[in-house]
C-alpha cells in the first residue's frame, strides 16, 4: 500500500477536525461565556477549536477538489495530488517505529519506566542498529542507569516504578 498526497491531507484534514471537536468538548465542561469576572476558561479554547475546525474543513474541500481536477485534466508535475506521499517501504519502517514506541509505553505503565527503557534501546540497537543483542541491552542498561542517576540523585524527580525497582532496591 502507498500513500498518496491525497489521502494523507484527507487523514490530516479529519485528524485535524476531531482535536478541535475533542477540544470544544473540553472547552463546554469548563464554560465558553463570559460570567461576571470576564470570560469563563473554556471560552478561548473553544474559539481557537473553530478556528481549527474551519481550517480542517478548508483542507478538506481543497483536497477534494484538487483530487477531482487531478481526475479530468492531466496532472500538473509540480502539484499532483496523485503523487506517493509515502511509499510502502517507508510506510512499513514507520509503523516499525511506532510499533516499538507503543510497546515502550506499554512496558513503562506495567514494568516501569528504567527497564521499558533498558528494553526498548537495547533491542532498537540490536534490531536498527545492528549491535549484537548482549550489546544493544548492555547500552540500554546504561541508559537507563544514566538516566536514574540524572533524575533520581541530581533533580530529585522519580520516576514511574515497575514492580522490579523495588526488588532492586532502587525504591
Known sequence: MTVRRFHAEIGTAITTGALGVAAIIGAAELGTGWSDHGPQPGYFPFWVAIV??????????????????????????????????????????????LGAMTAFVIGMLTVGFYVAATFYIGLTAWRQGGFRLWKGLAIGAGFAVSLYLIFETIFQIPLLKGPLEPLLGIY
Open 52 to 97: 481549527l475546525i474551519a481550517g480542517s474543513l478548508w483542507n478538506l474541500g481543497s483536497a477534494l477538489v484538487a483530487h477531482r481536477k487531478a481526475q479530468r485534466t492531466p496532472p500538473d508535475p509540480l502539484d499532483d495530488p496523485e503523487e506517493p506521499f509515502l511509499p510502502r517501504q517507508n510506510l512499513i519502517r514507520i509503523a516499525t517505529f
